[in-house]
């Protein structure tokens, strides 16, 4: 896990300048060792490729990791390739035997070395036999090319921007970008993407905060020419919204659901095992839920050493679950440690929390704690239960978005009588009332009612902050090409309800927000976080299975219950459902007030996103007066739009 960067097309002396700033920007997320290398261009043709790389060692943790790394080619008329890689392949050891066989040993136990070697034996093919989290870019000196690949989940991301002069620039963070300065990169802000974030609570899409930054898409590959000129561009996998043909099936008198479920727990197991290989300590954080506590059983059973568990606690009630969190370790026989936060040290810590955006968010505030606490406690690796909701139904948008659709395919045929409810539902006050007027004007698609369902300013009140950009979708605020590419990839679709729902979950708000913000904040820490229920095979197996599999029998995620055993507590799944949420609106109205309230009187900083500089002010003084129809959310997330644009320089 590591942070990198590197620019092609750009004259040395420059380049190298900005590589270094660039280099600078991601020392966080390597603090064990970094690297710079120059590449020439095998044609002579364009200026060296420079590549930079910030190393945070987890395994095999001598100076042969060292990045940017090249190989060793078997002939010596052959130049080297390079390679700066960010995450992890985890079934590497088995690629290993692969490439032995085929005649590239593998002489370290590295995951990037590997990397090389599946290269010249397989092509760019060789990621459809890897399994992880990864980012990277490979220098192909025979070819003169630069072959850049993202994971299939997007668990990893991959920024890039193509100055105006020519050339393109890469990093693991926005923030890296940024660095090399005005330059090479203006701080412009892109409207379409506030839209988007006022709309969403995050950044959607390939776009970013910043006009001309892109993201490589999830599943997607690119290869340029040595200057950064696109060559080709390829989509090697996507999240399955229907069933593949080749994928498990349950057929009548075919596969029993025990059967199936027995082999959905073999994936389950070997996701978990191939994730607890490590040379460095490793954790897995442990709340009281269904997912955490999954992930320990079989961990506890795949482990060749003790587990350790980590749970963070906090001081109200209502969002603490150390004692569910110890239940679940006493059963599992896990070495468990709790770390308590309180409010304060979260309000104290909150300036550094900002600093570690590195594109606006609401959400992901806990991870930064959490986090900071697995560092500290000495942990350098954690597992983590993401994607257990959206991979098995345990969100409400399973059961609410259907219904919506269904709801809304009726009242097409109401006449006149659909406005007027839109009218009394808007007038009914608060959020619900408001986006029940909001469903009136949608249509009765799971894409359109997915993306209402998550919507912080409703479209009347985004154009109370500023106007619509063009090239933003009207309504759910994405840009347009996003919000299109969503609604196509409907089509063909066998119908399973809950099958669409937890595609658009993992492409969506995990994609879009979780990941991204999971990314962020665990790096802030040099932490790596490991996810092993998104295992893109785990994925497409439990995708395949009949969507009423994941709906509560009353039992919350019966396919993942029944799929790990019953060594769970049965507390762990009987327990409401809690998440690890901040009290925003009772510290927006309490010890956060003050600064609130300077942060959205800050008038300078709004004309530059195209937002009316009153508007911010007013929103706040309706909150304060308890509207309804205002939440603590989009006050937040107001504040960190303005912080975000303050810090970096960001303008019209």
Known sequence: MCGIAGLLGIPTERAVVAASRMLAALCHRGPDDSGLVTVADPSGAAPPAVLVHARLAILDLSPAGHQPMADRPLREDLAPNWIVFNGEVFNFLELHDDLARAGWPCRTRCDTETI??????????????????????????????????????????????????????????????????????????????????????????????????????????????????TLRERTYWRVPLAARPDAPRIIEGQASRGETVRRLGRTLREAVRLRLITDVPLGLFLSGGVDSGALATVATEVA??????????????????????????????????????????????????????????????????????????????????????????????????PRSVRLRGRLRWAGRLGPALARAARWSGGRRGRKAAELFRREPSMVQMYLLRREQFLPEERRLLHPLPEGSDPLSGLPGSFAMELASRLHGDDGDAERQVSAFELTGYMGQMLLRDSDAFSMAHGLELRVPLLDHRLVEEALALPGAWKR?????????????????????????????????DAWFRGPLRAWVADALAAGDVWPALGIDPSAPAHLWARFLRKDPGVTALQVLALVVLGDYTARHGLRS
């Open 116 to 229: 090389l070697h599946a290269y010249r034996t397989w092509g760019e093919t060789c990621v459809e036999w890897m399994r992880g989290m990864f980012a990277w870019c490979l220098l192909d000196a025979e070819r003169g090319t630069a072959w850049f690949c993202r994971d299939r989940l997007g668990i990893k991301p991959l920024y890039m921007y193509r100055p105006e002069s020519g050339g393109l620039l890469f990093a693991s963070e926005l923030r890296a970008l940024l660095a090399t300065g005005p330059d090479l990169v203006p701080p412009r802000v892109n409207r379409t993407a506030i839209e988007c974030f006022l709309a969403q609570g995050a950044v959607w899409g390939r776009e970013a905060l910043v006009r001309g930054v892109t993201l490589l898409g999830p599943g997607e590959s690119l290869v340029t020419d040595w200057s950064g000129r």
């Open 304 to 401: 060749d050493t003790a587990v350790e568990t980590l749970c963070i606690g906090f001081d109200q009630p209502e969002f603490d679950e150390t004692e569910a969190a110890a239940a679940v370790a006493r059963a599992l026989g896990t070495r468990h440690r709790a770390v308590r936060l309180t409010g304060r040290m979260i309000l104290d810590g909150l300036p550094e929390v900002l600093g570690a955006i590195d594109q606006p968010t609401i959400d992901g505030f806990n991870t930064y704690y959490v986090s900071k606490a697995a560092r500290e406690a000495g942990l350098a690796v954690v597992l983590s239960g993401l994607g257990g909701d959206e991979l098995f139904g345990g969100y409400p948008s399973f059961r609410d978005v």
């Open 552 to 584: 509560p029998d009353p039992r919350p995620k019966p396919l993942l219950l029944d799929a790990v055993g019953g060594r769970l507590p049965h507390q762990t799944y009987t327990a409401p459902k809690r998440g690890f949420a901040f009290p925003w």
